[in-house]
């Protein structure tokens, strides 16, 4: 079979060629342009107060505390600006929680994006390396995508769009869109129209990007078959007409989201209990100078756990 690669498909590809080399670009310059570029939210007096009390419930090992911890401390965004410690944040929250949360995750993808592209440290390849394997490992939507994609500018036809599938099949809706437009157009396999709208209309129900005109057009295709299959155009035209109710915001914003998850921690505080922490009748862990945190690959380092006896 002949490959063939053209419109918007080769158009979304030939987007990952266009990077300049991070050898390039000094470290420190790397982070200063990333920071230009993210939108700080975390501009109140409440919220940098809101940050200091999820250092707390950081420490006592929730991912998605340690997550925008992470996250804060990286952009600056109602805290001051510091890299060792954003690192610190995020290794804490892929490593400290053994059931890969979503929060854990996302640690991994951007401690791999930060090494690869020398964001505020030296480019280092090896770990970029490693924390990639893990969220292949995981399966992790965004990571397995960019694998395909790197694979189908390889001309590995077979092993991308194996792993595109995969990435769609956890729901990953990029995926599943240049799926769908790949067997729209006959891009680097056969075209199929079927199959095409069935990819739309996974994504369809969330309105992604054209995915509602896309799968219309191809509904309008396949009816004036002959032999078209009556019970996939109904299945079809029946998530086109659902009426569609957007309740995702655009981006997850620190200061969105803060007050919320403050509530939901500290109506679970319970559940916080001491590994390494409070020894005292009465004192939760946390109240006291101990760390509640259990030591792994994440080990507290001497500038961190000073840093936690004095906001205790």
């Known amino acids: 079979m002949t490959v063939r690669c053209f419109s918007s498909v080769c158009l979304l590809l030939s987007l990952f060629a266009i990077k300049v080399s991070a050898a390039q670009i000094s470290p420190e310059q790397n982070l200063q342009d990333i920071t230009a570029k993210y939108q700080k939210t975390c501009t109140s007096e409440q919220c940098e107060n809101q940050i200091k009390k999820m250092k707390k419930f950081a420490r006592w090992r929730d991912p998605k505390a340690q997550l925008l911890v992470g996250t804060a401390y990286l952009y600056g965004d109602g805290i001051e600006q510091d890299i060792e410690k954003a690192l610190y944040w995020l290794n804490r929250a892929a490593y400290d929680n053994s059931n890969d949360t979503k929060y854990s995750l996302k640690a991994f993808q951007m401690m791999s994006k930060i090494y690869k592209e020398g964001i505020g440290v030296e480019v280092d390849s090896e770990k970029s ?179 936690s006896n004095n906001e205790n």
């Open 129 to 307: 390396e490693k924390y990639t394997n893990k969220l292949l490992e995981k399966q992790y939507g965004p990571t397995v995508y960019a694998k395909a994609i790197a694979l189908l500018k390889l001309n590995k036809v077979d092993e991308g769009i194996t792993l595109l599938k995969q990435a769609s099949e956890n729901k990953y809706k990029p995926a599943t869109y240049i799926l769908a437009r790949m067997f729209q157009l006959g891009n680097y396999t056969e075209q199929n129209i079927e199959t095409s709208a069935l990819y739309y209309q996974k994504i369809a129900t969330s309105n992604y990007k054209d995915s509602k005109s896309q799968l219309a057009s191809l509904i309008n295709q396949i009816s004036k078959s002959q032999s078209h299959d009556t019970t996939l155009v109904t299945s079809l035209t029946s998530t086109l007409n659902m009426e569609l109710i957007d309740v995702t915001a655009n981006k997850l914003e620190i200061q969105d989201n803060m007050s919320l998850t403050l509530k939901r921690l500290n109506k679970n505080r319970g559940k916080y209990t001491a590994a390494t922490g409070s020894r005292i009748k009465g004192r939760s862990c946390g109240q006291t100078s101990n760390s509640c945190a259990g030591k792994g690959e994440a080990d507290l380092n001497e500038g961190e756990v000073e840093e």
